[in-house]
Structures are given as C-alpha cells and as structure tokens.
C-alpha cells in the first residue's frame, strides 16, 4: 500500500534556528515522485519541490534543502536560519501509478520571532 | 494564467441543502481530483478523474458525487450534506503520467450546520 507518514505533528522553533521536517513514504512502484507543499495561513497549496525516484541528488534552494534517501524511504526538507515567514503547515505527498497522489498529514511549523 | 479556479472560496451551508462546488481549469489537463483536509488527516481523495465520463472514487467518497462532462469542469456535488462534511476541499488538475504533480485550486472552505 502507498503510505507517507509525517511523524511531527506540530513543531516550533524560534526564529533563525534550522528546522528539519520528516517524511517517510511506503511504495512498491518503482517509478514514482515525491513532493513538499506549503500552506500557509491563508490556505492555498504552495508547491516547494518534486524528485523522481531515480534521482537521490539532494538539492539546495537559498535557505530550503531536502535530502531524499531510498535506502530509509525518507524525503526530509530542512529550512535554515528559519523566518517568521516560513510558519505554515507542510506536507510531503508521493505520486504514484498514473497520477494518484497521497498526501501524509502535514506539520505544522510555528517559527516564533 | 494557467490555473484552477475553485467557488466559491467560503460556503455556510444547513444540513441537507444540496451544493455544488464548481472546479474549471484552462491548462488542457486531463486528470482531475478532488481532496479534502482535516486536521491530522491531510488531503483525502474523494474522487477523481482520468478523462471527460471517466469518474472514480477515491478514498472518501461517501456522501459526494461527481461529473465530468467537459474536460475543463469538475463539479463536487453534496447531495444532502451533513455536518461531518464541513472541510476545506481542493480540485486539482495533472497532466496524464507525466510526474508533476498537481495545480491545485484555492481551496472552499465549507461548513454544514
């Protein structure tokens, strides 16, 4: 069965610490796509990062990064030097089979100034 | 501007009064799905869609219909909602295949009294 499991349900930080965020994901697909999304307080689902299942290079976007590990199923997302503006709540999702998608239950980040 | 256009944004409706939540994209997409968010729970699928007159349902369905008569619309229809039915609900579109994942719309706050 396809499963992601966010095992942090609500964390906070005070601003300008690094913040790591877990997803761990359940697939037998051998193709498939990995995502992080941010919500923030208004509502809206804000695409961060997509990864194949072919590529483990990590990647670095300014303060955001995501180290994705087959080997332990995880696709984490580290947000350093953290901002008032990153609280929000984040989900993973995985993509599988043609386009299904499933969502793990989010963490709430609260970045307190 | 490529996007999914969702409405209404808010909805407070009575128990049993039939709704439509209307979802039209402009990017050609053939799949199309909608999710609802619960605390805790993350996006839950409730139905979706591969083409025009091709419907599924998803994890949740109960309670919900759907129809896909143009490509472009897919309308989430409440027959006789109940309370257990206020959520924040979200259509989404993809490409067939193709791994990029979703463009979600705004997302309809609603709530069954």
């Known amino acids: 069965a396809q499963k992601v499991t966010q095992a942090q349900t609500e964390i906070s930080v005070v601003e300008k610490e690094d913040v790591t965020l877990d997803c761990v994901y359940e697939?037998?697909?051998?193709?498939?796509?990995l995502f992080w999304y941010k919500q923030p307080p208004s509502g809206e689902l804000v695409f961060l990062i997509r990864?194949?299942?072919?590529?483990?290079q990590n990647e670095i976007s300014g303060r955001y990064s995501w180290n994705f590990q087959k080997s332990t199923s995880s696709f984490n997302f580290t947000i350093t030097a953290s901002q008032v503006v990153d609280s929000a709540v984040y989900f993973c999702?995985?993509?599988?089979?043609?386009?299904?998608?499933?969502f793990g239950a989010g963490t709430r980040l609260t970045v307190k100034p | 501007e490529a996007q999914v256009t969702q409405n209404p944004r808010y909805l407070i409706t009575v128990t049993g009064k039939k709704l439509t939540v209307t979802c039209s994209q402009n990017?050609?997409?053939?799949?199309m799905s909608w999710y609802r968010q619960d605390p805790g729970l993350g996006l839950r699928q409730i139905y979706y869609?591969?083409?025009?007159?091709?419907?599924d349902k998803g994890d949740v369905p109960e309670g919900y219909k759907v129809s896909r008569k143009e490509k472009r619309n897919f309308p989430l229809i409440l027959e006789s909602p109940s309370p257990n039915q206020t959520s924040l609900y979200f259509c989404?579109?993809?490409?067939?295949?193709?791994?990029?994942?979703?463009?979600f719309g705004s997302g309809t706050r609603l709530t069954v009294v």
């Open positions: 989404a579109s993809s490409l067939r295949g193709t791994g990029y994942g979703y463009t």
């Open positions: 697939t037998r697909d051998t193709t498939y796509y």
């Open positions: 990864r194949n299942s072919f590529d483990e």
């Open positions: 999702a995985l993509e599988y089979n043609n386009n299904d998608m499933r």
């Open positions: 990017m050609n997409h053939e799949y």
């Open positions: 869609s591969m083409n025009v007159e091709v419907t």
